[in-house]
């Protein structure tokens, strides 16, 4: 047999420690160990036990059994008395082989015999094995520590699954006891959360890879349930074959509690407990989702508290808020399962009502709101009375996003508030669509004004008799950069009697005031008539603004501004409206009733108002020639304006026949395509110098 080598070199290298009296032994153990190991030599007992207690501790002891001093065996004893030293593993080495010294070294704890003469390949292996041995003993007991202390809950099960050990982790999170679960199936702790699919597949996982990992409910011995993140790896010998299953868990019911608190607090309103934003959306979404499914209507209802500021304002903070518990404690009640009550902050609280067949449902559920929400709330033994404003948007009529159908039962709810609270107003979605058409085309004139992309075209009015340009109309024009040019008729209607008429109006006479201005400078005289709506005309600051354009335009020579009134059926305040256009006569500004003859109680009109003109509505003149009523009308307009002191002009001179049928009826004016159609300012010069007919007065 060649050397013995010691294979997987340690490090660092086992200490040995060689108790020789005799020089010899010793140098021969010494040359045969220090290759290998790092070895330590006393030469007697007491020296022996010495050096066992100093570091580096020996592991392994090589002890002569005949010493004279103190023997081997009261040496071995005193090592096993103290505890430092009596794991140290101890092999005699004796030439007194007896059985009767073999069994009393072995029964005081030596592990080995090496006798002497010693061979050399036998110390060694037996050196090896003990230090082997005594190697996989350490680790032994360091895996059992780990087993007895780790936090993780372990069990082990035989092939047949049946446990043959279980770590006191398991004892404290399952309450059974080892020997209460030695030799059961690991079945008895199941909590009936998983079904027998999940085990089949779990079992499978296992048998296929040999592991498995994943989240298990057990229960416990007192019945509670629990939930365990657990890995199962099945153990395998040397063929392959399973011996044994390792289930390792760790309770996980703390990070479940945690995981749902947080997902409280995330959807949860901290102070009612119910629904907040965030679920809220969560839950509408669904609810669209089912309603198209089941083909249901869902109701989105917008409530906002009336009257709850002042009851912070006088209570204070804590009585508002038990108020809005108290609130969503009396909504929660009212609603059937599967309606949602949130909050969405303040006084402000979202229901929604699936599964509605008629509207008449969900207006059933809101008068049990209000009836609920008014009854009397006791804040520090005052009795109050609240009331709610509620919106409500109902899919798919208003069939949108939950963003969309939430702010417009904000809309909703916003009416009800004006209309007096304490009520519900239904959002109405083609109503909506109309105003949001509106409000797009506003904002379009609005970009249109700022971009100065408007323009007055004019259009001569001619003095019949004399054939002389005594005057133009000015007529708005929109240069729209997409659609070209727009005539008032397209975009006019859209803002009218709102703020933006207004503007547009005071645009329109700053404008054709610039015109005369630029005119004047130039030497050219010439009237500009301008229309003013109605509404614009009763507006309060007419006046005013009227006097400040004046005023921003000194020299302008006075009563070269005129007004035609348009619509007039819709000038209501007789007296202020007179007072107004006497207030402007006073600036100079003369007044035209425009499309006379086409709105109501024009006799009255033409009696009270002071204006100057009248002109004949083109629709009339169009047809005058072949129509007899058409013809009446205008003479009998002309004959009118002639009784009362006016003037009149004719619209929609379109031949030289409407012309000369309109001068022999005694019309003082007229304009019309006939003579010129409107046209912007550049043009009207160069039109006027061509023209043989009709001429512009004093250049
Ligand atoms: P209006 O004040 O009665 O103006 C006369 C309208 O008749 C003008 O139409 C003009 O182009 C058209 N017209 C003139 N001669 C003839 C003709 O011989 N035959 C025909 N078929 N039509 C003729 P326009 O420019 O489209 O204006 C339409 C209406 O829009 C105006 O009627 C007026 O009520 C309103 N409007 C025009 N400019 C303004 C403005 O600056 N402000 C306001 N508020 N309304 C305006
Ligand atoms: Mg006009
Ligand atoms: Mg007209």
Same mark, same amino acid.
């Given at each position: 047999?060649?050397?013995?080598?010691?294979?997987?070199?340690?490090?660092?290298?086992?200490?040995?420690?060689i108790?020789?009296?005799?020089?010899?032994?010793?140098?021969l153990?010494?040359?045969?160990?220090?290759?290998?190991?790092?070895?330590?030599?006393?030469?007697?007992?007491?020296?022996?036990?010495?050096?066992?207690?100093?570091?580096?501790?020996?592991?392994?002891?090589?002890?002569?059994v005949?010493?004279?001093?103190?023997?081997?065996?009261?040496?071995?004893?005193?090592?096993?008395?103290?505890?430092?030293?009596r794991?140290?593993?101890?092999?005699?080495?004796?030439?007194?082989?007896?059985?009767?010294s073999?069994?009393?070294?072995?029964?005081?704890?030596?592990?080995?015999?090496?006798?002497k003469?010693?061979s050399?390949?036998?110390?060694?292996?037996?050196v090896?094995?003990?230090?082997?041995?005594?190697?996989?003993?350490?680790?032994?007991?360091?895996?059992?520590?780990?087993?007895?202390?780790? $936090?993780?809950?372990i069990?082990?099960t035989?092939?047949?699954g049946?446990?043959?050990?279980?770590?006191?982790?398991f004892?404290?999170?399952?309450?059974?006891?080892?020997?209460?679960?030695?030799?059961?199936?690991?079945?008895?702790?199941?909590?009936?959360?998983?079904d027998?699919?999940?085990?089949?597949?779990?079992?499978?996982e296992?048998? @296929? @890879?040999?592991?498995?990992?994943?989240?298990?409910?057990?229960?416990t011995?007192?019945?509670?349930?629990?939930?365990?993140?657990?890995?199962?790896?099945?153990?395998t010998?040397?063929?392959?074959?399973?011996?044994?299953?390792?289930?390792? #868990?760790?309770?996980?019911?703390?990070?479940k509690?945690?995981?749902?608190q947080?997902?409280?607090?995330a959807?949860?309103?901290?102070?009612?407990? &119910?629904?907040?934003?965030?679920?809220?959306?969560?839950?509408?979404r669904?609810a669209?989702?089912?309603?198209?499914?089941?083909r249901?209507?869902?109701?989105?209802?917008?409530?906002?508290?009336?009257?709850?500021?002042?009851?912070?304002?006088?209570?204070g903070?804590?009585?508002?808020?038990?108020?809005?518990?108290?609130?969503?404690?009396?909504?929660?009640n009212?609603?059937?399962?599967?309606?949602?009550?949130?909050?969405?902050?303040?006084?402000?609280?979202?229901?929604?009502?699936?599964?509605?067949?008629?509207?008449e449902?969900?207006?059933?559920?809101?008068?049990?709101?209000?009836?609920?929400? #008014?009854?009397?709330?006791?804040?520090?033994?005052?009795?109050?009375s609240?009331?709610? #404003?509620?919106?409500?948007?109902?899919?798919?009529g208003?069939?949108?996003?939950p963003d969309?159908?939430?702010?417009?039962?904000?809309?909703?709810?916003? &009416?009800?508030?004006?209309?007096?609270?304490?009520?519900?107003?239904?959002f109405?979605?083609?109503?909506?669509?109309?105003?949001?058409?509106y409000?797009?085309?506003?904002l379009?004139?609005?970009?249109?004004?700022?971009?100065?992309?408007?323009?007055?075209?004019y259009q001569?009015?001619?003095?019949?008799?004399?054939?002389?340009?005594?005057?133009?109309?000015?007529?708005?024009?929109?240069?729209?950069?997409?659609?070209?040019?727009?005539?008032?008729?397209?975009?006019?209607?859209?803002?009218?009697?709102s703020?933006?008429?207004?503007?547009?109006?005071?645009?329109?006479?700053?404008?054709?005031?610039?015109?005369?201005?630029?005119?004047?400078?130039?030497?050219?005289?010439?009237?500009?008539?301008?229309n003013?709506?109605?509404?614009h005309?009763?507006?309060?600051?007419?006046?005013?603004?009227?006097k400040?354009r004046f005023?921003?335009?000194?020299?302008?020579?006075?009563?070269?501004?005129h007004?035609?009134?348009?619509?007039?059926?819709?000038?209501?305040?007789?007296?202020t409206?007179?007072?107004?256009?006497?207030?402007?006569?006073?600036?100079?500004?003369?007044?035209?009733?425009?499309?006379?003859?086409?709105?109501?109680?024009?006799l009255?009109?033409?009696?009270?108002l002071?204006?100057?003109?009248?002109?004949?509505?083109?629709s009339?003149?169009?047809?005058?020639?072949?129509?007899?009523?058409?013809?009446?009308?205008?003479?009998?307009?002309?004959a009118?304006?002639?009784?009362?002191?006016?003037?009149?002009?004719?619209?929609?001179?379109e031949?030289?026949?409407?012309?000369?049928a309109? $001068?022999?009826?005694?019309?003082?004016?007229?304009?019309?395509?006939?003579i010129?159609?409107?046209?912007?300012?550049?043009?009207?010069?160069?039109?006027?110098?061509?023209?043989?007919?009709?001429?512009?007065?004093?250049?």
């Amino acid at each position: 047999m060649g050397k013995i080598e010691v294979s997987d070199r340690e490090y660092p290298r086992p200490t040995i420690l060689i108790v020789d009296d005799t020089r010899d032994n010793q140098e021969l153990l010494v040359s045969l160990l220090k290759q290998d190991y790092r070895v330590k030599v006393a030469g007697n007992g007491p020296r022996a036990l010495d050096i066992a207690q100093c570091s580096p501790y020996p592991d392994l002891i090589l002890l002569d059994v005949n010493m004279s001093e103190m023997d081997g065996y009261e040496v071995c004893r005193r090592l096993q008395e103290n505890p430092l030293t009596r794991d140290i593993p101890v092999i005699f080495v004796t030439a007194a082989s007896s059985q009767e010294s073999e069994t009393l070294g072995l029964q005081l704890g030596a592990m080995d015999y090496i006798t002497k003469p010693i061979s050399p390949n036998i110390a060694l292996l037996r050196v090896r094995n003990q230090l082997l041995l005594r190697k996989s003993l350490n680790k032994l007991h360091l895996t059992s520590i780990v087993f007895e202390n780790t $936090l993780e809950c372990i069990m082990i099960t035989d092939a047949q699954g049946d446990i043959i050990d279980v770590n006191p982790a398991f004892s404290r999170i399952t309450g059974y006891t080892r020997e209460e679960v030695l030799g059961k199936n690991p079945r008895f702790l199941k909590s009936g959360h998983h079904d027998q699919p999940f085990y089949a597949e779990m079992w499978h996982e296992i048998n @296929t @890879t040999g592991y498995w990992s994943g989240e298990l409910w057990n229960r416990t011995k007192t019945g509670e349930c629990y939930p365990e993140l657990r890995s199962i790896s099945a153990v395998t010998d040397t063929q392959g074959i399973v011996t044994h299953y390792i289930g390792i #868990s760790s309770d996980i019911s703390q990070i479940k509690h945690h995981e749902e608190q947080l997902e409280r607090i995330a959807h949860y309103d901290a102070l009612t407990g &119910i629904p907040n934003r965030l679920l809220l959306a969560d839950r509408m979404r669904q609810a669209i989702a089912q309603a198209k499914r089941d083909r249901k209507m869902l109701g989105v209802c917008y409530l906002d508290l009336d009257g709850f500021k002042p009851i912070n304002d006088t209570f204070g903070h804590q009585a508002g808020d038990s108020v809005l518990v108290e609130v969503a404690r009396r909504i929660s009640n009212i609603l059937r399962e599967g309606d949602t009550i949130a909050r969405l902050g303040g006084d402000e609280f979202v229901v929604l009502l699936p599964d509605l067949n008629h509207v008449e449902e969900c207006i059933a559920t809101l008068k049990r709101l209000h009836e609920s929400i #008014s009854l009397p709330v006791s804040i520090q033994d005052h009795s109050n009375s609240l009331t709610a #404003s509620i919106g409500v948007s109902i899919f798919p009529g208003d069939d949108n996003d939950p963003d969309v159908l939430l702010r417009h039962a904000d809309q909703a709810m916003y &009416i009800a508030k004006q209309s007096g609270k304490n009520r519900y107003h239904l959002f109405d979605p083609t109503h909506d669509r109309q105003s949001r058409i509106y409000q797009e085309a506003m904002l379009r004139i609005q970009q249109g004004l700022d971009k100065q992309e408007f323009e007055l075209y004019y259009q001569p009015k001619v003095d019949l008799s004399t054939r002389e340009v005594v005057s133009v109309e000015a007529l708005i024009r929109w240069n729209h950069p997409e659609r070209g040019l727009l005539l008032p008729g397209e975009f006019l209607t859209d803002i009218r009697n709102s703020e933006l008429e207004i503007r547009l109006g005071e645009w329109v006479i700053d404008t054709a005031l610039g015109q005369l201005m630029q005119w004047c400078k130039e030497g050219l005289i010439l009237d500009i008539s301008v229309n003013i709506d109605a509404c614009h005309l009763q507006y309060e600051g007419f006046v005013e603004y009227l006097k400040h354009r004046f005023n921003a335009h000194p020299g302008l020579p006075s009563g070269r501004l005129h007004i035609e009134i348009l619509e007039t059926a819709a000038l209501e305040d007789f007296t202020t409206v007179t007072a107004t256009i006497e207030a402007c006569r006073v600036m100079g500004t003369r007044f035209a009733l425009d499309d006379f003859g086409t709105g109501y109680s024009s006799l009255t009109y033409l009696h009270r108002l002071p204006i100057d003109t009248l002109k004949i509505d083109q629709s009339f003149v169009r047809d005058m020639l072949v129509d007899k009523g058409d013809n009446a009308i205008v003479q009998g307009v002309i004959a009118l304006a002639k009784a009362f002191g006016l003037k009149t002009v004719a619209e929609g001179i379109e031949t030289m026949e409407h012309f000369e049928a309109l $001068l022999a009826m005694g019309c003082e004016s007229g304009q019309g395509y006939g003579i010129a159609r409107p046209m912007p300012v550049s043009d009207l010069i160069r039109w006027a110098r061509n023209s043989d007919v009709y001429f512009l007065p004093v250049l």
